[in-house]
């Protein structure tokens, strides 16, 4: 038997013409053109023709008959089209919210945006949140900054302290009385403790006749007679949001804190590391940007599988008059804020959605906030 039969015999088996040459020591190339020469000196049998072969004025042709098609079960064909009436797992809606949650931070005040903190105002006086949570970086404290920066910028610090107050009182103003606030510190509220303590550390936790800490923000810009609860845990010098010394819990697997990582990406991924780090969703400011991240983990080996969100507020300062950042590095940044929906006590009875700046007016829900001219 020739080489060729052989090859054949092989490919018959079902063999690839790599695995011919391997057992026949040749190139896949060889086997394949030997193969070709098996099939034009040996052609593969063909069905004949119920017809018979034809004669034409050249000679005699063999009519070749198409193999014979697959039973009709086995050809694809559309569908038979169904009508559907009822679906047993279609369940009820629920409706309700128990509490609404807004989550907003750096303001940065006096370098808040006047158009989308306006907006602010007219969202919390329209939808009366029973909680807000400002996240931190609520005031910039520029005369203390430890950065290079521009001398004009800013207010002087006792302005920059009534100035804010006043923002802080028009929140209220806004929300109600019946509305909880909560301030949380984040870099920029650290500046002034990290500036005391380095200047004039005989002073960190000087105290008056009251107890209340006499250089502490919260006394500066008397939170108290606001009604403005600080979220800071005592008896540290440096204040700000590293591992969590100011945070507030929204839910029993929500907290809001500040942040201190900031990732190009934006968008809830500058809060992650948080995340991991809290075992717990957590929802926070620092890199300016707007959106969320989901995280999964369990689901199988027995392990019970649970969600954590990373959620970034946006923001509520200016977008390109900071002046301690290049134009390009503000492009990903978004105005506006978080608002929770809680409807339970329980883990996981909540959703996160955002309040978003359009260029001219704060949109949720369908819902569109712009503040009113004021003529001067």
């Given amino acids: 038997m020739s080489l060729e039969h052989d090859i054949h015999k092989l490919r018959q088996q079902g063999l690839s013409f790599s695995l011919i040459g391997q057992r026949m020591s040749l190139s896949k190339d060889v086997v394949q053109k030997k193969y070709q020469k098996f099939l034009l000196t040996n052609p593969l049998p063909q069905t004949p023709s119920p017809e018979g072969d034809r004669l034409f004025s050249g000679g005699l042709v063999k009519k070749i008959t198409p193999p014979t098609p697959p039973v009709d079960t086995e050809y694809i064909r559309p569908v038979e089209p169904v009508k559907i009436d009822y679906i047993p797992r279609i369940g009820d809606r629920s409706d309700g919210t128990n509490e609404l949650v807004v989550a907003a931070g750096d303001f940065q005040f006096p370098f808040e945006d006047p158009e989308v903190y306006a907006s602010f105002l007219t969202f919390i006086a329209h939808e009366r949140p029973d909680r807000i949570v400002l996240t931190g970086d609520i005031l910039d404290l520029t005369a203390v900054s430890a950065y290079d920066k521009d001398p004009r910028l800013g207010m002087p610090m006792q302005e920059e302290l009534a100035h804010t107050h006043r923002r802080l009182a028009e929140i209220r103003a806004s929300a109600g009385e019946e509305a909880q606030i909560f301030f949380l510190y984040g870099n920029h509220e650290a ?186």
Avoid at 265 to 293: L, R, Y
Wanted: net charge positive; with cysteine; glycine share 12%.
């Fill in 191 to 376: 500046r002034l403790s990290k500036w005391i303590a380095k200047r004039a550390p005989e002073l960190v936790g000087m105290t008056d006749a009251d107890g209340r800490e006499v250089l502490s923000l919260a006394n500066l810009l008397r939170l108290d007679a606001l009604k403005i609860q600080p979220c800071l845990s005592e008896g540290l010098a440096f204040s700000g949001p590293e591992h969590f010394r100011s945070y507030y819990q929204i839910a029993p697997d929500l907290i809001a804190t500040h942040g201190t990582y900031s990732r190009s990406t934006g968008g809830g991924a500058s809060i992650i590391p948080i995340v991991d780090a809290a075992g717990v969703s957590v929802v926070g400011g620092h890199d300016h940007s707007q959106g969320v991240a989901f995280r999964t983990v369990g689901g199988f080996a027995g392990i019970e599988e649970r969600r954590t969100a990373a959620i970034s507020t946006g923001m509520m300062c200016r977008r390109t008059e900071l002046g301690y950042l290049a134009q390009h590095q503000v492009s990903r940044w978004s105005a506006g804020f978080a608002v929770i929906d809680l409807w339970g006590e329980e883990a996981g009875q909540w959703q996160v959605d955002f309040a978003s700046w359009t260029g001219s007016e704060l949109a949720w829900r369908g819902r569109r906030y712009s503040p009113k001219s004021v003529v001067k």
